[in-house]
């Protein structure tokens, strides 16, 4: 089967570094994306990698290692406003734009 | 920017009715997708379309049905409505058939079935 575990909460502290790991078990590879969903709102595209290593875009960067089928978001510099659920998913045909999603972290950011 | 506009943000409805849900992108974009979104369970796949008329189930398909008769817009259907279709139901859709194309989501409809 296909699955994607990510921790269900984390709780860090305003200005501080966070990471949010995600493993997965899937039929095939094609990327691993990471979305941003604010209480209420849609789900935001963040980051993509595709490739193993680090992609920095600003205070967010992501990682993966596809022989470890392991990434993670690093959220820098934390601010009141990351408080939202993050979601990592994998796309796993190439045939198409279908991702499996994780089932979200909810990330709780202490003053 | 990418726009996708669903066309109740709520919506209340009775067991057995039939019911549409609306979605509309305006950046032509090939795909698009309806998902539901549970506590706890993340979002999970109903159905796909990668083209107009053309349509495939996703992880959840079972009591719904889609429609895309044109390129920018997307109808799910609930053929008759259960309780335990009561959800968040979310549109995206994204530029063509390429793994690292984003994803641009509606603001969601939250159906309620009574």
Known sequence: G??????????????AIVQINCTYQTSGFYGLSWYQQHDGGAPTFLSYNA?????????FSSFLSRSDSYGYLLLQELQMKDSASYFCA???????????????TRLHILP | DVKVTQSSRYLVKRTGEKVFLECVQDMDHENMFWYRQDPGLGLRLIYFSYDVKMKEKGDIPEGYSVSREKKERFSLILESASTNQTSMYLCASSLSTDSNQPQHFGDGTRLSIL
Do not use: C, M, W, Y
């Open chain 1, 90 to 104: 994998v796309g796993h045909d190439n045939r198409d734009d279908k991702i499996i999603f994780g089932k979200g």
């Open chain 1, 51 to 59: 490739l193993d290593g680090l992609e920095e875009t600003g205070r």
């Open chain 1, 2 to 15: 296909q699955s994607l575990e990510q921790p269900s909460e984390v709780t860090a502290v305003e200005g």
